[in-house]
Nanobody, 124 residues
Framework: QVQLVESGGGLVQAGGSLRLSCAAS????????MGWFRQAPGKEREFVAA????????NYADSVKGRFTISRDNAKNTVNLQMISLKPEDTAIYYC?????????????????WGQGTQVTVSS
C-alpha cells in the first residue's frame, strides 16, 4: 500500500509556472506507475500525465503537451509535475495517483491509490 501527499499548488497568473510534488510513503514506490489527474468544478476528473515505474516512459494529455513535464525520483519517493505557460483552463484540483503497473494509464480506474489533491488556480 502507498500513501500520497501532494503539495505545490497555489494561485498564479496566466502564463506563469508551478511545480507540483507528490510524496509517497512506503518502500515499494518504484513498483508503481504514477499519474497526475485534475478535476475542475462541475467537470469529471481527467488525465493529465503519467510516468512509468522507471521514469523512462511518460505520456500526456493533448491539452498539456509541451507545457507540463512529469518526472519521478525513486530514491526520494517523489513524483513531480512541472507546469509552465499556465492557462485559466488549467484551474483545477490536481491529484497524484499510483497504479500497480509498469506503465501509466489514462483511465483513473487503473489507479488504486490517490492523494487528497492540491488546488491550482490560474487567473486571467
Amino acid at each position: 500500500q502507498v500513501q500520497l501527499v501532494e503539495s505545490g499548488g497555489g494561485l498564479v497568473q496566466a502564463g506563469g509556472s508551478l511545480r507540483l510534488s507528490c510524496a509517497a510513503s512506503g518502500r515499494t514506490f518504484s513498483r508503481y506507475a504514477m499519474g497526475w489527474f485534475r478535476q475542475a468544478p462541475g467537470k469529471e476528473r481527467e488525465f493529465v500525465a503519467a510516468v512509468s515505474r522507471s521514469g523512462g516512459t511518460t505520456n500526456y494529455a493533448d491539452s498539456v503537451k509541451g507545457r507540463f513535464t512529469i518526472s519521478r525520483d525513486n530514491a526520494k519517493n517523489t513524483v513531480n509535475l512541472q507546469m509552465i505557460s499556465l492557462k485559466p483552463e488549467d484551474t483545477a484540483i490536481y491529484y497524484c495517483a499510483a497504479a500497480d503497473l509498469m506503465f501509466g494509464r489514462v483511465a483513473a480506474s487503473e489507479y488504486a491509490y490517490w492523494g487528497q489533491g492540491t488546488q491550482v488556480t490560474v487567473s486571467s
